[in-house]
Each structure stands twice: as C-alpha cells, then as structure tokens.
C-alpha cells in the first residue's frame, strides 16, 4: 500500500467507541460485533456511542493522502478492536486492489454551465458502476474479521431495489467464510441491474426474484432474520444470518469517508474555500448515504444543509415539512428504482440523534410505524430536523427534464437518480437563495439506465428507433437463432440500447457493464414472498 496510508489518525477523541441500539433494549457492543450483528437484538440499529472529531488542522491534512489512506484516517477510531494493521488490510483490499476505474476511487467533479457550479462526487467508479460499492467492497472484510475471531461463517441476507444486490454479489463472491443470497423484486429493478444480478458467478452466491416490490422483499428479508426456528438450524451448522445492507454499521461507515474526500479535494482544487461551509445533496431511498453525511458532519466536517431528494415515492419530502412520516400511499416504480422506498431504515439512526438519543420516544415512534404505517415527530424534533434537513422531489418528466437540460448546460450526462438530485436543488436553490457552495452524490452510471436516459435526451423516438434495430444487436441474434431474440428477452433490448447509447455520446461503456449480453445466466430461482423460508432452507440445506 502506498506510504499516504501510514499517516497517523487525525481523530482527537473517543479512542475506544462501542455501538449500542437506537432502541435502547440491548448491551453496547465493539465495532466487530456490531458488524456481525447487523441489527441490535431489541429489533435496532447500532449507532456509535459517540464520534470522533476532526479539527479544521486534521480535515485538511487528508488532503495530502490518497482515498485509501483517508478512508483509514477516519475509520480507524470506528473500529479500535479491528486495529490499524488489520483496518489497513481491509481498506487496501477494498480500494486499492484495482476494481475502481479511476485512480481516486471517488473523484469530485466541479461542474460550470448550469444554474450554478456543482461539485458532483463520482460514486460511480466500482465494479457495478453505483455507490453502495464504496461500502459493499469494504463491509465483506470487515465480517470476515468479525466471524474469523468466533469460528463462524456467514450468511448473508440482501434485499435489493437494484444497485445493492450486484454490489453485494460482487463484494462477497468467493470471498471465504461466506455465502451470499440476493432477493430482488421481480418488478422493482431495471433490465441492466437484473441482468448484472443473474450472470454472477462464484459458488458462494445465489439470486432469487421475489414476486412483489422492493418492499415485499425487505419485510420477508426481515421475517428471515427474526425466525427463530431458521437460525438455531443454523447456528447447528456454525453458521449464522448477517446482513449487507444499509443498516449495517461495516456498510454505513465507510460511506462517511467520501464527504471528507470530496470536502479536502474540492479545497485542493479551489471550489471550496478551506474551511467554509458546504451543502450537500442526496438521491435518498434507504437514508444511508445522507445520513453518512450527517454523520460526517457530526465528526466536523463544516456543512450547511442537507439536501434530501426523492422521487415519485416522496414520504420522506412530506416528513421533513410535516413532522409526519406515513407509509401508508401508493407505491410507484419509477426510473429512479433504488429511491423506490416507502420505509427508509437508516432514518431511525437519525431519528435517534435529534430526539436527544431518547430511545423510549424512538421504541414509541417505530411501534406506531408497526402498528398503523406512520408516526407523528412533536414540534421541537421536526424543528432541529429542518435546521439540517431540506426535503424535495421530482416526477418522472422532471427527472427526465434534468438529464437533458444539465447534459444541454454541461455536456454531462446524470443517471436518472442522480437527475432527481439535481432537479430537487434546483427547487432549493430557487426556494431558498442558499449560495453555498454545494456536493452532489452522484450514484450510478448513467450506463446502467440506458432506458431513460435516451429517451431524456433524444426522446422516446430515439429509443424506438434504437430498440427497433435491436434484433441486430450485437450477440442477440446468434444467441438462439430465434426471429425476434429482442421481443423474447426485453433484457437484450436494453443491452442493444446501452451500445448505442455508447455510440452516440461517444463515452465508453464502464468495464462493469461491458459483455453483459454474452455473460450466461447463472440464477433462474424465483418465489413468492411467503415462500422466502423455504426458499433458504433449501439453498443452506438445512
Ligand atoms: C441505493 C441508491 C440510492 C439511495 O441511497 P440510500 O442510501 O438508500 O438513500 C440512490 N441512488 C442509487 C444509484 C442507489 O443505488
């Protein structure tokens, strides 16, 4: 690893953080443990104790170091009983072992031409081309480090809306001591992300559709963990469930990393004056990337407001104006799947903070979202919320609007997630004035969506056209022999759409997204939700 990485952690307190529940009901635990865990055993989230602080002094010293070293920097007092060696390890296998197509793993890109400049951070550099890479290819050191200590191995639980499930796939396949099983909706992800999903190879993984949406998936993931019966089976085959998604504390902290980064480059640079305050804006679904951000400002780094975006499926935007958080609407698929969420889980870690780490009130508030589908925060909670928070979304035509007017304005093209960003900081920016300097997380390729984004910038004309000839395209026709492979495989459609998406903006396609239509599918397995236990039991054989 390269000599940055040896630079001594700027962190200047907490030198021993453990992690206990937003619920209050179950013991701390170290970092190792919590990482195990997943989820605390009274049903919440581990959150840290307490978090280290970074002067303005140690924020820009990791300016002088590489991603790999800023990310051991700051996580490093995250997880004291990991140590730095082992810590160093991890982070070195996650960043630095050539997965990431640019060099700085996540670079920030300053962008002029539209309303205002932005500095975009580039999440999208990992081998499946979206941001939970950043902590998917940390997380499966960081529970191998965990289980090695008790003998265990794991089984890994995901629920995807889409970029998860491929993230996780890629950061566990053969990695030892563990096995992996993906659930996706069977009408909640795109063709792209389906497709990367069932080609993947290793004999540690599985992939199953679930008939239902996003959430389905997730409440069945979640009766999974919760059956007692299940994991005595397991545990009698030294085995045990763990989870990979965002509520996991080994996924969450390094995401914490990158708003850091992107801080200390855009200073380095000159977009950001050092010290200065910051905004930063979220395509949020699950709440894990922003509340990363909030987090990051726990720790010092100097932000202003965050700006949480969503889509069609807005009950976070209502919440931040109302205090009202209610699931009980309908669900929309939309072009932006990975914000398809009607319950966002990291929002209770959240919640946790600006209730004054009351856990009573957070048992209470979760109860009612159990019991009736919503719950109701008083006035002073929802005051310190909007202190920080500011909430926007945008419908389709709008997300489709802000692909083709910011790639109009600046020659960049968004993917639709990062679209609902930009259009809902348009809204803030002319609602409020604020005219600090702002971060953008820009979460996938615009690769991966193929779809919607051409028709955003050429209209649905141009998809027609595209799709039309599709039955030409490259490895469909040979593939079966069948008349028309392209009406067969809608899949093989979308792949034809993504070369000539290539084509036509004259960018090559991410190596991640390169082949997909020649890669075998490897995982036909589908089930009802209800069918999910069984579905394990057969794939453990238990
Ligand atoms: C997961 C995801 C999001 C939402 O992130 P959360 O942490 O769930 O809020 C946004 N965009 C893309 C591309 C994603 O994959």
């Not at 966002?344 to 009736?372: P, T, Y």
């Amino acid at each position: 690893m390269s000599s940055e990485t040896q630079v001594e952690a700027p962190a200047q307190s907490a030198p021993s953080i453990r992690y206990i529940s937003t619920r209050g009901q179950a013991a701390a635990v170290a970092a190792l443990e919590a990482v195990r865990l997943g989820l605390a055993p009274d049903g919440g989230l581990f959150v840290p104790e307490d978090f280290p602080r970074l002067d303005g002094e140690s924020i820009g010293r990791l300016g002088q170091m590489g991603y790999s070293g800023r990310a051991l920097a700051l996580l490093q007092p995250f997880f004291p009983d990991l140590g730095g060696p082992g810590l160093a390890r991890a982070v070195e296998k996650a960043y630095d072992s050539g997965q990431w197509d640019d060099p700085q793993v996540v670079p920030v890109r300053w962008l002029r031409g539209w309303r205002r400049e932005v500095g975009l951070i580039e999440l999208m550099h990992g081998p499946t081309c979206a941001f939970k890479d950043v902590g998917l290819q940390l997380l499966p050191h960081l529970l191998t480090a965990a289980l090695e200590r008790r003998g265990q191995e794991a089984v890994i639980l995901v629920a995807t809306s889409g970029d998860t499930g491929k993230a996780a796939l890629a950061g566990f396949a053969g990695v030892p001591g563990t096995r992996i099983i993906v659930f996706y909706p069977a009408d909640g992800v795109s063709n792209v992300q389906k497709r990367q999903m069932v080609t993947q190879a290793g004999e540690n993984v599985h992939v199953v559709a679930v008939q239902g949406n996003f959430d389905d998936a997730q409440s069945g993931v979640k009766r999974l963990f919760a059956d007692q019966d299940l994991a005595a089976r397991l545990a009698s085959t030294g085995r045990r469930f763990s989870s990979a998604n965002s509520i996991n504390w080994g996924r969450l902290a390094p995401q914490i990393v990158y708003y850091f980064s992107a801080y200390v480059d855009s200073v380095r640079n000159g977009a950001v004056p050092a010290g200065a305050e910051v905004n930063v804006v979220v395509p949020t679904g699950n709440f894990g990337n922003i509340l990363a951000a909030y987090y990051a400002k726990c720790m010092g780094l100097p932000v202003g407001r965050f700006i949480c975006a969503s889509n069609r499926n807005h009950v976070l935007t209502d919440f931040l104006r109302t205090g009202l958080y209610d699931r009980n609407r309908p669900f929309y698929l939309t072009s932006s799947p990975s914000m398809d969420i009607l319950v966002s889980s990291n929002l209770e870690r959240l919640l946790f903070e600006v209730a004054g780490r009351d856990s009573g009130q957070v048992r209470a508030w979760m109860a009612d979202l159990g019991r009736r589908g919503s719950y109701q925060v008083g006035p002073p909670v929802l005051a310190r919320l909007q202190q920080d928070f500011w909430g926007g979304f945008a419908d389709e035509s709008q997300t489709r609007g802000a692909i083709r007017e910011f790639h109009q304005a600046t020659g960049y093209v968004l993917d639709p997630h990062t679209a609902v960003a930009i259009h809902v900081y348009g809204q803030y920016l002319e609602q409020t004035g604020d005219r600090r300097p702002a971060l953008v997380a820009a979460t996938a390729s615009p690769f991966k969506f193929p779809a919607t984004v051409a028709e955003a910038l050429w209209g649905p004309g141009a998809v027609a056209a595209a799709t039309g000839s599709a039955g030409a395209a490259p490895g469909a026709r040979e593939r079966d022999g069948r008349a028309e492979p392209a009406l067969a495989e809608p899949a093989l459609v979308e792949l034809a759409l993504l070369e000539e998406l290539s084509r036509r903006l004259g960018q090559p396609l991410p190596g991640g997204l390169q082949g997909l239509g020649e890669r075998p599918v490897l995982h036909t397995a589908a089930c009802r939700p209800e069918d999910m236990p069984r579905v394990v039991a057969e794939i453990l054989d238990l």
